[in-house]
């Protein structure tokens, strides 16, 4: 099926360092997300947007929704042990109701 | 329920046995989404439910594997005759109606661990 490109794979960081991730797909999308999992659990949603160079931020993540309506990236600013996980973004495509397409996420890792 | 829930959290079982995982979705959510983490990959969609409408099963990889949702609430998924390549978390999400999951996004659960040996 339908995948998105994210990368980085995986990120090792000093804490207080600053990320970026982008997701990258083929066609465009009306509505990007971007989700957290932590070991055991589900995804959990962070930031979501909804129309094209939409900007938007949550405490020290800020997320873009690109002006193709095909890629997205997100920052986080002065990261912390507890941003310790794997970022996924996800897509709603154009004609697919609710469902959602993922990317194949970035694993990040947060050093003292 | 405060938020989705699935059950068993871990499911060891042989090769070629069936299991059934169960997903109860958070009350008043007409939505939800099956979907498969493989090891180190994103996450896999499988099935979507909504409402009365007929599912889209586009995602199922196989016709070993099989979805339904009774009384538009709970649902369980079926492998049948599992295989190796079967091992993966599976999620499970539901999502408001009115809200849609351009609001919100899903709500996931923490999924089942499967692992087929």
């Known amino acids: 099926g339908q995948q998105l490109n994210q990368s980085p794979q995986s990120m090792f960081i000093q804490e207080g360092e600053d990320v970026s991730m982008n997701c990258t797909s083929s066609?465009?999308?009306?509505?990007w997300l971007w989700y957290k999992q932590e070991p055991g659990e589900g995804p959990v949603l962070l930031i979501a947007?909804?129309?094209?160079?939409e900007l938007t931020s949550n405490g020290r993540l800020t997320a873009q929704f690109g002006i193709t309506r095909k890629d997205s990236f997100l920052n986080i600013s002065a990261s912390i042990p507890s941003d310790v996980g794997i970022y996924f973004c996800?897509?709603?495509?154009?004609?697919?109701?609710?469902?959602?397409?993922f990317g194949t996420g970035t694993r990040l890792q947060v050093t003292l | 329920g405060a938020g989705v829930s699935q059950s068993p959290s871990n499911k060891v079982t042989e090769k070629g046995k069936d299991v059934e995982l169960r997903c109860d979705p958070i009350s008043g959510h007409t939505a939800l989404y099956w979907y498969r983490q493989s090891l180190g990959q994103g996450l896999e969609f499988l099935i979507y439910?909504?409402?009365?409408?007929?599912?889209?099963k586009s995602g199922l990889p196989s016709d070993r594997f099989s979805a339904e949702r009774t009384g538009g609430s709970v649902s369980t998924l079926t492998i049948q005759r599992t295989q190796q390549e079967d091992s993966a978390v599976y999620l499970c999400a539901s999502s408001h109606p009115a809200r849609e999951v351009t609001e919100y996004g899903y709500t996931f659960g923490s999924g089942t661990r499967l692992t087929v040996v």
């Open positions: 066609s465009i999308f009306n509505t």
């Open positions: 439910f909504q409402g009365n409408s007929a599912p889209d």
């Open positions: 947007l909804y129309k094209a160079g």
């Open positions: 996800a897509g709603r495509a154009p004609g697919t109701a609710s469902k959602l397409t």
